[in-house]
């Protein structure tokens, strides 16, 4: 605010920064509008810096979630595998054993102990994530 220009009050044709007399104008309108576009430049130049730091911000944002997400893709990319892998082994269970049905029981018992093995790690990992932030 100590930047703030402005007309004389007395004199409309002076103009004064920090109420120093640093002008005179031949017109008081003239004055105003010196005096009007000065203080507006300073206003943009504020909104300007203001401007900048949010977008540096929201620059350091995007990288933070730009990270995130090579991260996630890497993580789902390493699931997908161990799912390819882990579905290729039943195959291969369920063809050794055949038709003998304590074999295909066998194998069945296998699976959903791993599928019980995967919910209660999942139900871990919810419980244990921080809540979304509110919007």
Known sequence: ?????RVGRTVGRTIYRRDVLIGVMDDAADAALVVEAV???MSNAGILRAFNRMETKIVGA???????DLVLDAEVTALVDEQATFLTDVAAALAAAGTDPAAIAAVAADVTA????????ADAQRAADPAPPAV
């Open 1 to 5: 605010m100590s930047e703030h220009w």
């Open 39 to 41: 203080n507006n430049q």
């Open 62 to 68: 995007l990288e933070d979630l730009q990270a995130a």
């Open 114 to 121: 791993q599928a019980a093995k995967l919910t209660a790690l």
